[in-house]
């Protein structure tokens, strides 16, 4: 499954939220130096869809804001942990 997201780095605090349009936005207080914010976004998706860091890959725009992530494992469980973030986050 690939996810979409647009990456706040230095923000101050740390929060991934939905846009009014319906996007998904990370914002990390980590430096885009190094893979630092691209590392801080996987551990807050991790956190937030409780899944493991490993499962993440940032597949395009590693040194930009807008990101593609492919997230390893079950569609339809994937599916079920993101609407039921959703749910609670929407």
């Known amino acids: 499954m690939t ?3 647009r990456v706040q780095p230095r923000a101050r ?3 991934l939220e939905r846009t009014p349009e319906g996007a ?7 430096a885009p130096e190094d893979g630092k914010a691209n590392d801080a976004v996987v551990a807050l998706l991790a956190k937030a869809w409780r899944l493991p860091k490993s ?5 395009r725009g590693g040194t ?3 990101k593609t992530l492919m997230v ?5 469980a994937l599916t079920d942990r993101i609407a039921e973030w959703m749910r609670k986050n929407g």
């Open 64 to 66: 930009a804001r807008e």
């Open 55 to 59: 499962t993440f890959e940032i597949v």
């Open 72 to 76: 390893a494992g079950d569609p339809a």
């Open 3 to 5: 996810i979409q997201l």
């Open 24 to 30: 998904l936005k990370a914002a990390v207080t980590a």
């Open 13 to 15: 605090r740390i929060a």
